[in-house]
């Protein structure tokens, strides 16, 4: 099945123990439209023109190949580098007397010719004791197998794992990485030195979040790797908030159908990035149709996989995978590794021709002549000539890895080998028996194991048998030849002790793009703040509208799912990015309607205060002295407390303001009502005793009763308005109804009825007083103030009917000045209706304030 090397036991030495490591060491590439059946054997691939039919059959460690003029046979030198790596390490053990001491190690080095079939029944055969026995000194029998090295890739690895786990056999990997190797219960016994694809799926993640890139396409292999690494990329590439444009996977059969569709569908996405989980070995005629189609500016991430595969590093690919970025596993260095490898020399061991296959393709030689013109091999050629992944230490990653994997199963069984009886880990604190070693006692110490190699790094496994998740991040640049060179740009180190996961050093990274910036790869440009976003009908997440908030909502973030509402006394600013305080609203003395209304609020007071003047100043002529001097001074202080009540409406509204408005403007109308009623009242009187049936008229309405009415008609509004303003008063008020952008402060009634019943009352007043007016208007002339009363509460009337519907369809401040102008213009009518005619005879017209003259009208007019 496979070459097996040996190595034999020390002389001093009682137990040996074997690794076996599994790997693919030559590809085969036939000519173009050649049915193949390709079988890997210990240093041979062929092809075979006859049909598949049944399972493939075992490699065989002889095959005798005809018409080689129609094969090409290429060598994976980095393949053999690894498993020499193997050799190189168990060396190192064995010579180290502070690691198993007295302990030897063995290996075996299998050849999976990556068939699934092939690397199964090997590992079954290692288990079984079917392998080859040997006896040297004191190493008789087929040696314990204490571990399996491999395989590098997860579908034999799941394979293996699920079946030699039921044994506890120990497997650990350096290169299978998908996530579904970390379920403890399927695969007990499975271990790794490289991450799993769901750290390099966040990894990957992380590089994408970094970038800004939301809009990206993904390709995977059709293999255990690819489907599990997409599966995890889906979800959590939703979890930053990104979106796959596209998801095509690659065929394993090359399929060129297949692969130009998947092309299309690249080159037609509007998404510029590509995610690519899979080997290279089902990348490569993918990059060939890339270049076929000329498939440039696009950004391409890498998976571990192919981050560093050589094959893609040529001329013809440097316009269209340069600048690549990719997810690399950790680089380390191993002293002594070079020399080792160049001091490999040929054997004629026939179950050992790994080594003259690999000898044969690097020197382009061979061993057995077949042909004229064939280069004959000696065995004695110098490999640190050469110049190929076998010689090249300068990039040790996946043989880093096998390193650790040796070193890892090595330190198990030291520690295994140091347990002391009566302290062990198992039944009845025992030990291990050496003699009789159980796998699953090794997988003990093994999950436990916890050393740093001669390079600096921890090697240790979680309780899902994965190793610490550190990647360097590579990217693709031009070599000075015009290839490909990959450099390490960055890192990414989830136990990272600063918490800073990903660190990229961006002035060394290169972009394969005009602008020589890192492009935008975005479904939908982001939202800016002040606006949301919008999904688009039947398009992922990250394709939407910006739409803008909406008023008194904001967003102060970019990307906002949903905008913000402000609170109550706040609004949003002309941008919708923040709150601001709401704009207050109302009738201030600054304002120029607040401006013109105390100016006639004013006004009128000084009206008032000079007419009072011009009546104290007359007040023995006979024009002022009729009908009750005293109350037309009573009427004229009433009508001055009128305008000035005018002056609580105006301001920011205060509790006292707001309590007193209304109180002084109630008190103060009724009292002018109230003496308008009086007045009139007199009017009739003094003409009803100036008849013989009603000379007792005036003694029954004297002063003081005229004094009283007035009193008693007042102080039932004060009664009014104590009951008002003890039960619901009036209070500032917030009022955010009429704009919601401001705040309206307004003087909140408290009890509506307690207001309507103070309006009502000086409503009623002034109906009476209207209604008797009117029926006096036709007495005598020099009884004829009657007319004026009418005129003026008909003013009166008809300003104070108008101003219900004015003041309930006025908003805000606007509502206040209705009332104020109700207040001046009710308060003028009355001012101007009743004193401006005797003003204008007392200043205008002396000659007529006399009673002859008031007299002589009336003869006249007889």
Same mark, same amino acid.
């Given at each position: 099945?496979?070459?097996?090397?040996?190595?034999?036991?020390?002389?001093?030495?009682?137990?040996?123990?074997?690794?076996?490591?599994? &790997?693919?060491?030559?590809?085969?590439?036939?000519?173009?439209?050649?049915?193949?059946?390709?079988?890997?054997?210990?240093?041979?691939?062929?092809?075979?023109?006859?049909?598949?039919?049944?399972?493939?059959?075992?490699?065989?460690?002889?095959?005798?190949?005809?018409?080689?003029?129609?094969?090409?046979?290429?060598?994976?030198?980095?393949?053999?580098?690894?498993?020499?790596?193997?050799?190189?390490?168990?060396?190192?053990?064995?010579?180290?007397?502070?690691?198993?001491?007295?302990?030897? !190690?063995?290996?075996?080095?299998?050849?999976?010719?990556?068939?699934?079939?092939?690397?199964?029944?090997?590992?079954?055969?290692?288990?079984?004791?079917?392998?080859?026995?040997?006896?040297?000194?004191?190493?008789?029998?087929?040696?314990?197998?204490?571990?399996?090295?491999?395989?590098?890739?997860?579908?034999?690895?799941?394979?293996?794992?699920?079946?030699?786990?039921?044994?506890?056999?120990?497997?650990?990997?350096?290169?299978?990485?998908? &996530?579904?190797?970390?379920?403890?219960?399927?695969?007990?016994?499975?271990?790794?030195?490289?991450?799993?694809?769901?750290?390099?799926?966040?990894?990957?993640?992380?590089?994408?979040?970094?970038?800004?890139?939301?809009?990206?396409?993904?390709?995977?292999?059709?293999?255990?790797?690819?489907?599990?690494?997409?599966?995890?990329?889906?979800?959590?590439?939703?979890?930053?908030?990104?979106?796959?444009?596209?998801?095509?996977?690659?065929?394993?059969?090359?399929?060129?159908?297949?692969?130009?569709?998947?092309?299309?569908?690249?080159?037609?996405?509007?998404?510029?990035?590509?995610?690519?989980?899979?080997?290279?070995?089902?990348?490569?005629?993918?990059?060939?149709?890339?270049?076929?189609?000329?498939?440039?500016?696009?950004?391409?991430?890498?998976?571990?996989?192919?981050?560093?595969?050589?094959?893609?590093?040529?001329?013809?690919?440097?316009?269209?995978?340069?600048?690549?970025?990719?997810?690399?596993?950790?680089?380390?260095?191993?002293?002594?590794?070079?020399?080792?490898?160049?001091?490999?020399?040929?054997?004629?061991?026939?179950?050992?021709?790994?080594?003259?296959?690999?000898?044969?393709?690097?020197?382009?030689?061979?061993?057995?002549?077949?042909?004229?013109?064939?280069?004959?091999?000696?065995?004695?050629?110098?490999?640190?000539?050469?110049?190929?992944?076998?010689? =090249?230490?300068?990039?040790?990653?996946?043989?880093?890895?096998?390193?650790?994997?040796?070193?890892?199963?090595?330190?198990?069984?030291?520690?295994?080998?140091?347990?002391?009886?009566?302290?062990?880990?198992? &039944?009845?604190?025992?030990?291990?028996?050496?003699?009789?070693?159980?796998?699953?006692?090794?997988?003990?110490?093994?999950?436990?194991?916890?050393?740093?190699?001669?390079?600096?790094?921890?090697?240790?496994? =979680?309780?899902?048998?994965?190793?610490?998740?550190?990647?360097?991040?590579?990217?693709?640049?031009?070599?000075?030849?015009?290839?490909?060179?990959?450099?390490?740009?960055?890192?990414?180190?989830?136990?990272?002790?600063?918490?800073?996961?990903?660190?990229?050093?961006?002035?060394?990274?290169?972009?394969?793009?005009?602008?020589?910036?890192?492009?935008?790869?975005?479904?939908?440009?982001?939202?800016?703040?002040?606006?949301?976003?919008?999904?688009?009908?039947?398009?992922?997440?990250?394709?939407?509208?910006?739409?803008?908030?909406?008023?008194?909502?904001?967003?102060?973030?970019? =990307?906002?799912?949903?905008?913000?509402?402000?609170?109550?006394?706040?609004?949003?600013?002309? =941008?919708?990015?923040?709150?601001?305080?709401?704009?207050?609203?109302?009738?201030?003395?600054?304002?120029?309607?607040?401006?013109? !209304?105390?100016?006639?609020?004013?006004?009128?007071?000084?009206?008032?205060?000079?007419?009072?003047?011009?009546?104290?100043?007359?007040?023995?002529?006979?024009?002022?002295?009729?009908?009750?001097?005293?109350?037309?001074?009573?009427?004229?202080?009433?009508?001055?407390?009128?305008?000035?009540?005018?002056?609580?409406?105006?301001?920011?509204?205060?509790?006292?303001?707001?309590?007193?408005?209304?109180?002084?403007?109630?008190?103060?109308?009724?009292?002018?009502?109230?003496?308008? !009623?009086?007045?009139?009242?007199?009017?009739?009187?003094?003409?009803?005793?100036?008849?013989?049936?009603?000379?007792?008229?005036?003694?029954?309405?004297?002063?003081?009763?005229?004094?009283?009415?007035?009193?008693?008609?007042?102080?039932?509004?004060?009664?009014?308005?104590?009951?008002?303003?003890?039960?619901?008063?009036?209070?500032?008020?917030?009022?955010?109804?009429?704009?919601?952008?401001?705040?309206?402060?307004?003087?909140?009634?408290?009890?509506?009825?307690?207001?309507?019943?103070?309006?009502?009352?000086?409503?009623?007043?002034?109906?009476?007083?209207?209604?008797?007016?009117?029926?006096?208007?036709?007495?005598?002339?020099?009884?004829?103030?009657?007319?004026?009363?009418?005129?003026?509460?008909?003013?009166?009337?008809?300003?104070?009917?108008?101003?219900?519907?004015?003041?309930?369809?006025?908003?805000?401040?606007?509502?206040?000045?209705?009332?104020?102008?109700?207040?001046?213009?009710?308060?003028?009518?009355?001012?101007?209706?009743?004193?401006?005619?005797?003003?204008?005879?007392?200043? !205008?017209?002396?000659?007529?304030?006399?009673?002859?003259?008031?007299?002589?009208?009336?003869?006249?007019?007889?």
């Amino acid at each position: 099945m496979g070459t097996w090397h040996r190595l034999l036991c020390k002389s001093n030495t009682p137990t040996s123990f074997i690794i076996n490591y599994f &790997s693919p060491q030559i590809w085969y590439l036939s000519a173009p439209g050649t049915l193949q059946v390709e079988w890997n054997v210990p240093g041979w691939r062929y092809h075979t023109r006859r049909p598949v039919r049944g399972s493939l059959p075992h490699c065989v460690s002889k095959i005798e190949l005809q018409n080689r003029a129609r094969a090409t046979i290429l060598f994976d030198m980095a393949s053999f580098q690894q498993a020499q790596t193997m050799v190189f390490a168990i060396g190192e053990i064995n010579n180290n007397p502070n690691l198993l001491p007295n302990i030897t !190690l063995g290996y075996h080095l299998y050849d999976n010719c990556v068939m699934l079939g092939m690397a199964f029944r090997a590992a079954l055969s290692l288990v079984s004791g079917t392998e080859e026995s040997f006896s040297n000194l004191n190493c008789t029998g087929p040696p314990p197998v204490i571990g399996i090295v491999g395989d590098s890739n997860s579908t034999p690895s799941i394979a293996i794992s699920s079946v030699l786990g039921l044994f506890r056999v120990p497997i650990v990997s350096y290169f299978a990485t998908c &996530s579904c190797l970390s379920n403890r219960k399927k695969y007990p016994s499975f271990f790794r030195t490289i991450p799993s694809d769901a750290f390099q799926v966040r990894a990957m993640i992380k590089i994408l979040r970094h970038f800004g890139w939301t809009w990206v396409g993904l390709v995977y292999s059709d293999d255990d790797y690819g489907n599990h690494a997409a599966q995890s990329f889906l979800q959590d590439v939703q979890v930053f908030g990104g979106c796959v444009a596209f998801s095509e996977i690659l065929p394993l059969d090359n399929n060129r159908k297949d692969i130009k569709h998947t092309v299309g569908v690249i080159q037609a996405s509007t998404a510029r990035v590509v995610v690519v989980f899979s080997t290279s070995t089902y990348l490569l005629p993918l990059m060939d149709e890339v270049v076929l189609q000329n498939v440039t500016d696009r950004q391409w991430i890498a998976s571990e996989a192919w981050a560093t595969s050589p094959v893609f590093h040529t001329h013809r690919l440097l316009p269209f995978l340069g600048g690549t970025l990719g997810i690399a596993i950790r680089r380390g260095e191993i002293q002594g590794l070079h020399e080792f490898l160049l001091h490999l020399r040929p054997n004629n061991d026939q179950r050992n021709n790994m080594v003259r296959i690999f000898w044969e393709n690097i020197f382009n030689c061979r061993f057995n002549i077949g042909e004229r013109g064939e280069k004959m091999c000696s065995g004695q050629e110098d490999l640190s000539s050469t110049d190929t992944a076998y010689t =090249d230490v300068s990039e040790l990653r996946a043989s880093y890895n096998v390193y650790k994997t040796v070193y890892a199963l090595a330190h198990a069984l030291h520690d295994l080998m140091q347990c002391e009886e009566g302290r062990g880990p198992f &039944s009845g604190n025992s030990c291990a028996d050496i003699t009789n070693l159980q796998p699953w006692q090794l997988v003990h110490y093994l999950q436990k194991v916890n050393f740093t190699t001669s390079f600096g790094d921890n090697v240790s496994f =979680d309780e899902n048998g994965d190793a610490l998740a550190i990647y360097d991040v590579m990217n693709w640049q031009p070599s000075s030849d015009g290839s490909i060179v990959v450099r390490t740009v960055g890192v990414v180190n989830e136990g990272a002790a600063t918490g800073k996961v990903l660190t990229l050093d961006e002035d060394a990274l290169y972009w394969n793009f005009e602008t020589k910036k890192p492009l935008r790869s975005v479904c939908s440009e982001s939202c800016p703040p002040g606006t949301r976003r919008a999904r688009r009908k039947g398009l992922p997440v990250c394709c939407f509208d910006c739409l803008p908030c909406a008023d008194g909502e904001i967003s102060n973030t970019t =990307d906002a799912n949903e905008c913000t509402i402000c609170p109550d006394d706040f609004w949003s600013s002309p =941008d919708k990015d923040q709150c601001v305080p709401k704009e207050e609203e109302f009738l201030s003395y600054e304002d120029p309607l607040g401006i013109s !209304l105390t100016s006639a609020s004013l006004l009128g007071t000084c009206i008032c205060a000079l007419v009072m003047a011009i009546f104290a100043h007359h007040r023995n002529t006979p024009i002022v002295r009729a009908n009750n001097s005293e109350l037309s001074f009573l009427l004229l202080l009433s009508l001055k407390l009128c305008f000035l009540c005018v002056l609580l409406f105006i301001g920011r509204p205060q509790l006292w303001t707001c309590q007193l408005r209304h109180v002084v403007f109630g008190i103060s109308f009724v009292l002018c009502i109230s003496s308008i !009623l009086v007045k009139t009242m007199v009017v009739i009187a003094v003409f009803k005793s100036s008849r013989p049936e009603g000379k007792g008229a005036m003694k029954w309405f004297g002063t003081a009763q005229q004094r009283g009415t007035v009193l008693v008609l007042t102080a039932l509004q004060v009664a009014i308005c104590i009951v008002w303003l003890s039960n619901a008063s009036p209070t500032p008020h917030k009022n955010s109804q009429y704009v919601s952008s401001k705040i309206v402060y307004e003087c909140a009634v408290g009890s509506v009825a307690g207001f309507a019943v103070l309006l009502g009352y000086i409503g009623f007043l002034a109906a009476v007083s209207f209604l008797l007016a009117f029926l006096a208007r036709n007495l005598p002339d020099h009884f004829n103030e009657a007319k004026f009363i009418t005129f003026s509460m008909l003013i009166f009337c008809a300003v104070w009917i108008a101003f219900v519907p004015a003041y309930v369809t006025s908003p805000g401040k606007y509502a206040v000045a209705v009332e104020i102008f109700a207040i001046l213009a009710s308060s003028f009518g009355l001012l101007v209706a009743i004193f401006a005619p005797k003003c204008y005879i007392i200043l !205008l017209h002396p000659e007529k304030n006399t009673k002859k003259a008031i007299m002589g009208r009336e003869t006249q007019k007889k």
